[in-house]
């Protein structure tokens, strides 16, 4: 097998341009044109003939499009002959279909991981599954990343450690923020969540001390912002103190900005470039961290064939 050879789709070239600068390679062009039946077609304009060939796709918005992006990318190469195929997938927005909870419904994240294995992929690189039970939706290996360690070391330095705490928005994710809450060596807590709809959720009551602490309201991801704000108001019925907010995929969808800009005790919002975050979304009070750093040094292991789980350790 050669060197490693890295694509891009449209989705975020930004985020793979800067993966490719950690590795010290170039990023492969592609050719992404679309016919007047509106078809896409896809064309990879770099040789990866026995190569290990990574694919740089987030399924944001719009998701379908990028989808099919990825998934003739894909197809591509392995009718080029390349040696192996790797979706890096930084946000799997699937993850949210992951059950039947409703009659006569499709299971879309299991569809679509059985679809980015019939194009061609070996191996999935993603980070942060919304439910992590859509790790074993795929039929490939899946190396399932976080980024807990780059939001910890960020607010390493910024807190108080005697006087705060992790607040979780619902049980599901109180397995990650207990692991976070470890990282800085904070207590945990957690909201009592009821889901009314896509966009309507209720938290009935905080679980746990946070009277008087500061606090970082850590979730998966953030969409509508309907979750952050019922929690937010939970958290001020306790009397808190300084509010900050943690998440790993920055969606901010429909009214999530003007929502989160109404929220004026919050000090600040913190997130990554799982997925591209436009200008008109940044608010003066959120930080964008990159994960760049760390899904090139997956890539390197993954090409190395070293070990990626040795890259979370609980020491930050």
Do not use: W
């Amino acid at each position: 097998m050669r060197g490693i050879t890295v694509f891009s789709g449209s989705a975020h070239r930004e985020l793979a341009e800067e993966i490719c600068r950690y590795l010290g390679l170039p990023l492969s062009p592609v050719s992404i044109r679309r016919f007047s039946n509106d078809c896409l077609q896809v064309q990879l304009l770099a040789s990866c003939r026995e190569a290990d060939v990574f694919f740089i796709q987030p399924l944001s918005p719009p998701v379908q499009e990028h989808l099919m992006e990825l998934l003739l990318m894909l197809d591509a190469a392995r009718g080029s002959a390349a040696a192996r195929l790797t979706a890096v997938i930084p946000h799997y927005s699937y993850a949210r279909s992951d059950k039947k909870d409703a009659p006569r419904i499709s299971i879309g994240g299991r569809l679509v991981a059985d679809l980015i294995k019939t194009a061609g992929a070996d191996r999935v690189l993603t980070m942060t599954l919304h439910s992590p039970q859509v790790h074993g939706f795929f039929s490939v290996p899946v190396d399932h990343l976080n980024a807990l360690n780059v939001l910890a070391r960020y607010f390493k330095d910024r807190i108080d450690p005697a006087n705060t705490v992790v607040v979780s928005p619902d049980l599901g994710n109180a397995k990650s923020a207990a692991q976070f809450a470890r990282l800085l060596k904070l207590p945990v807590a957690a909201g009592s969540k009821q889901r009314l709809s896509d966009d309507r959720v209720r938290i009935e009551s905080i679980v746990g001390e946070v009277e008087g602490r500061d606090v970082i309201v850590l979730d998966d991801e953030i969409a509508n912002g309907g979750t952050i704000v019922e929690v937010l108001e939970r958290l001020r019925e306790r009397s808190v103190g300084r509010l900050s907010i943690a998440c790993t995929h920055g969606l901010f969808t429909g009214p999530a900005i003007e929502r989160l800009q109404a929220q004026h005790d919050v000090v600040e919002i913190v997130t990554t470039n799982t997925v591209p975050i436009p200008p008109h979304k940044r608010l003066p009070n959120m930080v964008v961290l990159s994960i760049a750093p760390l899904l090139a040094e997956a890539i390197r292991r993954t090409h190395n064939g070293e070990s990626i789980s040795s890259m979370f350790t609980e020491e930050i």
